[in-house]
């Protein structure tokens, strides 16, 4: 049953995923042009410049704005990771014998055996 249900939330994550594919592609897409206007905001010298470069970043910071429904498909995106991590249902918890947790229930479950 369980794997039934990772594989409804599976499959309900991977349409969501697509169905946000293009603006995902449309918020990295602003997202990097934004990222070269601050740069060369940063190193322009002259007013002009300075201007132009403000405007582009204006222009793509409202590109990324608009995409935000992106965020639904990094989310789902994500659901996915954990479907897919715990779709064998083995953690892989280690458990160190210098613990001092687990020699004490070893030794509680040996008092309790005598």
């Known amino acids: 049953m369980k794997k039934f249900g990772l594989f409804v939330l599976g499959g309900i994550a991977a349409i969501t995923l697509l ?7 449309g918020l990295a897409i602003g997202l990097v ?13 002259t007013t002009s410049k300075k201007v132009l470069w403000g405007a582009v970043g204006v222009i793509a910071a409202c590109a990324a704005i608009s995409n935000v429904p992106a965020l639904l498909g990094v989310l789902a995106l994500y659901v996915l990771y954990l479907v897919y991590k715990s779709w064998n249902g083995k953690k892989s918890e280690r458990v160190s014998e210098d613990d001092p947790f687990v020699n004490f229930e070893n030794q509680w479950a040996e008092l309790k055996r005598n």
């Open 19 to 25: 169905a946000n594919l293009g603006p995902m592609i």
């Open 33 to 45: 042009i934004l990222y070269f206007a601050v740069k060369g905001f940063m190193k322009a010298e």
